[in-house]
């Protein structure tokens, strides 16, 4: 299932529980002043406070049970995809409600009681909007916009570019306008598109025992003369050589994209899969292959340990965008020198 943003998993919780209201009967309002959803109750409405879950993990829920302070007047419930019975048991103690969507649904408040009461299942994303990226296609000309956003880009430039057809170029860049994140120029608007295609941004990284040699270049399915150009690091090693504000020394292990599964296979081979606790370097196919077409070797006197060439700054932007508080605060402070800053 596609990973979504809380506030859309905020959504679709209360729509869930909505629906989950209407099978027992019970009237609901939606988006009062200080509740999510208010029922009907024989005392008069009972407002109810979402949060929402993919599955409630037992800990991670009594650490929010511990640090949550319920809004006034409201009763709290949980949504998630699944709700152990282990979490069940101390949802009821703290007097919440929640609703697994396997089909229980569980409220203690007022005159209301349900108690495990069971349900037909009730779904996640049945009604999620379209991506406006829609696809490999679409971010690699979300990425392209975003690596040049004062160019004048053609939709057929831009399918050479992202080795797509034309037509396939032109339907995603309509998607993206129809998002207003593309104007007529083919000019992203910014931060907006950043901001987008960080949230596709979704990497699997395979961590290694080794960090490749580029003088192995040909073992590890990287062609010459242009060596280690196939392969490009990210990440916070890739941030500290283009002078972002991140510590890190010639120990830390460097995260690189290749550009297809087939040389990631090989180099996961020769290069031995472990622990990311042990790991030398990371090794991920890269989410689009425009993320390893344009390598660079920003070294300096300071940061002259990296061995291999850097993605382009978007590309490592995205990357410690993924860490919503620490990478964030990174780019919020870093405009990388020679380079448009699009976050």
């Keep these: 299932m596609k990973r979504r943003s809380p506030a859309e998993l905020h959504a679709d919780a209360v ?3 909505g629906e989950a209201f209407a099978q027992l009967g019970l009237q609901t309002a939606t988006k009062s002043s200080n509740a999510d959803v208010v029922i009907d109750g024989s005392d008069g409405p009972i407002a109810l406070e979402v949060k929402a879950a993919a599955v409630a993990d037992p800990s991670r829920i009594r650490r929010q049970l511990e640090a949550w302070a319920a809004t006034p007047g409201t009763c709290p419930i949980l949504v998630a995809d699944h709700v152990p ?3 069940r ?7 919440w409600g929640y609703l697994d969507r396997r089909g229980a649904l569980h409220l203690r408040v007022g005159h209301v009681w349900i108690n495990d009461t069971t349900l037909d299942p009730i779904q996640r994303e049945r009604s999620a909007p379209a991506s406006p990226i829609g696809g490999g296609v679409g971010l690699g000309v979300a990425l392209c916009l975003l690596m040049e956003p004062h160019a004048d880009h053609g939709v057929r430039e831009l399918a050479r570019r992202v080795e797509a057809s034309p ?3 032109h339907a995603a860049v309509k998607r993206l306008q129809s998002h ?3 104007d007529g120029r083919l000019r992203p608007l910014v931060p907006e598109l950043f901001e987008v295609v960080a949230a596709e941004w979704r990497p699997q990284r395979i961590p290694v025992a080794h960090e490749p040699d580029p003088a192995d270049s040909g073992a590890l399915g990287v062609a010459p003369p242009e060596g280690a150009g196939d392969w490009v690091v990210g990440g916070d090693v890739a941030a500290a050589a283009w002078g972002a504000p991140v510590v890190t020394g010639a120990g830390a292990p460097p995260d690189f994209y290749v550009p297809n599964a087939a040389i990631m296979r090989r180099a996961v081979r020769r290069l031995g899969e472990t622990g990311f606790e042990q790991r030398r370097a990371t090794i991920a196919v890269a989410p689009t292959p425009l993320a390893t ?18 993605a382009h700054p978007v590309v490592v932007a995205l990357d410690l965008a993924q860490d919503r508080s620490r990478g964030r605060e990174i780019i919020d402070d870093w405009t990388p020198r020679g380079f448009d800053r699009v976050w």
Excluded at 89 to 95: M, S, T
Excluded at 293 to 310: L, V
């Design 15 to 17: 729509e869930a529980l």
């Design 85 to 87: 019975d282990e979490t």
């Design 89 to 95: 048991a101390l949802l009821r103690a703290h007097g």
């Design 167 to 169: 037509s396939t170029v």
């Design 180 to 182: 207003a994140l593309v």
């Design 293 to 310: 077409a344009q390598p660079y070797e920003p070294r300096s006197a300071s940061t002259a340990w990296p061995h291999w060439s850097i």
